[in-house]
């Protein structure tokens, strides 16, 4: 694999399981950094969140002094639902080479203004059961994610096939793509 050349390190934590002592890291990291470090989400801060341990290799618990109806949102899906393990956060967590995901893929290649790859993570953990028969997933060996810029060229290559699917098309072209899409 490489990067302009470069080669890109195939795993920072070298394979290792990611823990609850991971996700606890990363989100103690997240409380604390907010505000300039000065962790306003605690309850000493005068926020909600007690403490965050791992209690075992597979159970993150988050302490709190009070409900907080944003706390799925605060915490898992947007601000804080970047995962960093240690190793991650040592080794730079604003590079993209240094990422370490446990999907159903890892990134093969990146160029710029052109496309991101990805191949299959050959120890990915998840089955696929189709009519009662369990199958290893992903199904495919190789995804390439295009970069295109233009707008119309984006949907003409929706419309003739050459991209499977792309996010954030406008619903404007919703009419216009199912009658004229091929399929």
């Not at 309850?43 to 618990?61: E, F, L, P, Q, R």
């Not at 120890?123 to 189709?130: D, L, P, W």
Request: charged share 15%; net charge negative; proline share 4%.
């Amino acid at each position: 694999m490489a990067l302009c050349g470069q080669p890109i390190p195939i795993s920072i934590l070298a394979g290792r399981e990611y823990k609850a002592s991971d996700t606890a890291f990363s989100l103690n990291r997240f409380i604390n950094s907010q505000s300039s470090g000065n962790g306003i989400l605690l309850t000493s801060k005068g926020g909600w969140i007690d403490s965050v341990t791992a209690t075992d290799d597979y159970t993150c618990v988050v302490k709190t002094s009070t409900f907080n109806a944003d706390w799925i949102v605060t915490l898992a899906t947007t601000y804080g639902s970047g995962q960093y393990a240690p190793e991650t956060v040592t080794a730079g967590p604003t590079k993209w080479e240094n990422m370490v995901g446990t999907g159903p893929f890892e990134y093969d290649n990146y160029v710029t203004g052109s496309y991101m790859s990805y191949v299959k993570n050959p120890v990915y953990h998840e089955k696929a059961t189709i009519g009662g028969k369990q199958y290893t997933i992903p199904f495919i060996d190789k995804l390439v994610m295009p970069i295109v810029a233009d707008m119309n060229t984006l949907i003409a290559n929706l419309r003739t096939g050459k991209i499977d699917c792309c996010q954030g098309i406008s619903l404007q072209y919703e009419s216009s793509l199912a009658t004229s899409t091929l399929s």
